[in-house]
């Protein structure tokens, strides 16, 4: 039989649900089990992909072309998985289906409700996930907080698998803040308490409670949870701050939660291993050395708008056994005020992230000129490498004015233009170039030495590309196109030869970037910085 584990949250929403269902996955991989994950998002969209990512965090792409939420990531880097994008359910999935069925005729005759129809796609959804790779366990996450109005049918749905899966085969874990107050240093779980009293209104009573706080909970605390939460009090738990996200699955280990959750499902293990794992959280908190990077980009107060990019660059950290200390700098400021552009001589490489529309672009241009001109190892993904092309074509090739189309339709040199097959679209969702795409990559370049293969397949999220047009001009100045898709139509990646490193893809290489098994080009450019710091020679192409 195939097990499920529901993971829900209480007090407040990014408590660190998507962190936690990530490590017990890890703890029952370690155990030699097959877990899957699915990710319930209760808003209406369809998917993340039209969502501003202040509003919700990056939008995290996957091989299949989903635009998913970000928690997708995390399972993704945790388990070393390739998720679709039927592993991310949201309201606006499940009713659209059920509205199809619906006109389809599937129900005719009956009156659709809630209760059965949406709860038994949900939960047709659910399994489903399941089988599609043969889990043997099947973890779902439900976004949002209890009490959510939003969240009610999902949870409507998780209920009742208790009864149609069994109690051996179900567990449910809920997760709540267990706040410390500044002035008495007292720990509180009375939002924790009226959390689980909201759960059980509801029809669930958590198997497991796990108390986000932030040092350990200590023995009151502990004794009330359990109290308060009708459960033993070797069912309760604590994940609390730690140096790296990556040592929570080892921190609730070590408290017995593994062994609970397969006790409690009666799941027999042989034994464990996490030496893999430990290794490189070892590397993680116990680095050699430091570099800075300035991180330039127009959703710098949110760092979740970056987040598979921070972990990318912290993957290539841990490779080089150095600690990656990323400065979220906004773009507008570098055009509100030129003259601090100069503060990116302070850092050890400058890396220009994803984006979209003309805000703070030419803070981005203007970050990517100081670094091409003084040397300063530099990173540009997908926008900052169109960006990229954009400042080189300006200032090296003479092209004034030089644009995107998508920045200024009407500039005089369009060196980045809308792809021909999204002319005429209208509708935005799901219609961008999307998913992993096969990318050719020329011999004796610095993609070729990173990549260490002429083929590759990396994920992909844009509309706006280079402008074959410009090609040559771009060429005949020095700028080397050495990545290309398999039909040659289109640039995938750029390079300086001439600099210590200068690189920049179309494609997301953070979205497939692991612990243990980094980004190779996040992992050059931090190895870049590394060296340039150390002051050793730039590395030969060969």
């Known amino acids: 039989m195939v097990k499920y584990i529901f993971v829900t949250g209480g007090v407040l929403s990014s408590v660190g649900k998507g962190i936690l269902t990530s490590s017990i996955g890890k703890m029952l991989q370690a155990r030699g089990l097959k877990p899957t994950v699915v990710k319930i998002d209760p808003y209406v969209n369809i998917d993340a992909g039209t969502m501003n990512p202040y509003m919700h965090g990056e939008v995290f792409v996957t091989d299949d072309g989903g635009e998913t939420d970000l928690d997708l990531g995390w399972y993704e880097r945790f388990l070393d998985l390739s998720l ?27 009156c659709v409700q809630i209760v059965p129809h949406v709860t038994n796609e949900i939960k047709n959804r659910i399994r489903n996930a399941g089988k599609m790779v043969n889990a043997e366990i099947v ?19 998780i209920r009742q698998m208790r009864v149609e ?20 240093g007292e720990m509180k779980t009375k939002p ?45 738990f604590c994940s609390y701050n730690a140096e790296t996200v990556y040592q929570v ?16 499902l009666a799941i027999k293990c042989k034994g464990k291993d996490f030496s893999g794992w430990e290794v490189f959280v070892d590397g993680m908190v116990h680095p050699e050395h430091e570099v800075k990077i300035a991180l330039v980009g127009k959703y710098a107060g949110l760092s979740d708008s970056y987040v598979s990019m921070t972990e990318a660059l912290r993957h290539g950290g841990a490779a080089c056994k150095a600690k990656v200390c990323i400065s979220y700098l906004e773009a507008e400021k570098f055009e509100r005020e030129p003259h601090c552009i100069s503060d990116l001589a302070n850092f050890d490489g ?16 203007a970050a990517t000129k100081y670094a091409r001109e003084n040397n300063i190892p530099f990173l540009g993904i997908c926008y900052g490498f169109q960006l990229a092309v954009i400042e080189f074509a300006r200032n ?57 293969q002429e ?24 700028l080397c196109f050495t990545g290309k898709s398999s039909d040659g139509r289109r640039m995938e990646t750029l390079e300086l030869s001439d600099k210590y490193f200068y690189f920049a893809s179309q494609f997301h290489g953070e979205f497939k970037s692991r612990p243990g098994r980094p980004s190779p080009e996040y992992a050059g450019f931090i190895q870049a910085c590394l060296n340039r710091k150390l002051g050793k020679p730039k590395t030969t192409i060969s």
């Open 84 to 110: 679709k994008q039927e592993n991310n359910l949201t309201t606006g999935t499940i009713y659209k289906s059920v509205i199809e069925k619906e006109r389809r005729g599937d129900f005719l005759g009956r």
């Open 396 to 452: 090296v090739c003479g092209l004034k004015d030089a644009n995107s189309t998508e920045i200024n339709p009407d500039t005089p040199y369009p060196v980045i233009d809308l792809m021909p097959e999204q002319r005429g679209i209208e509708i935005k969702g799901a219609t961008m170039r999307l998913g992993a795409h096969k990318v050719v990559l020329q011999k004796v370049t610095l993609a070729y030495s990173m990549f260490a």
């Open 249 to 264: 699955p080892l921190i609730l280990d070590k408290q017995g939660m593994g062994d609970f959750i397969c006790g409690r």
């Open 350 to 365: 400058v890396f220009v992230p994803y984006g979209f529309g003309p805000r703070g672009t030419e803070g981005k241009i």
């Open 192 to 236: 924790l308490q009226h959390s689980v009293n909201e759960l059980r209104r509801i029809g669930i009573q958590p198997d497991t409670i796990v108390a986000r706080s932030p040092t350990m909970i200590d023995a009151e605390a502990l004794r009330k949870i359990a109290l308060f939460g009708t459960i033993p009090e070797s069912a309760v």
């Open 455 to 478: 083929e590759i397949h990396e994920r992909h999220r844009h509309r706006f590309e280079v402008n074959l047009d410009y090609i040559e001009a771009l060429k005949n100045n020095g």
């Open 139 to 157: 973890l779902t996450e439900v976004g949002g907080t209890v009490g959510d109005i939003e969240g009610l049918p999902f949870l409507e749905a």
């Open 165 to 184: 899966e069994g109690y051996e085969n179900t567990l449910y874990v809920h997760v709540a803040l267990v706040p410390v107050l500044d002035v008495t």
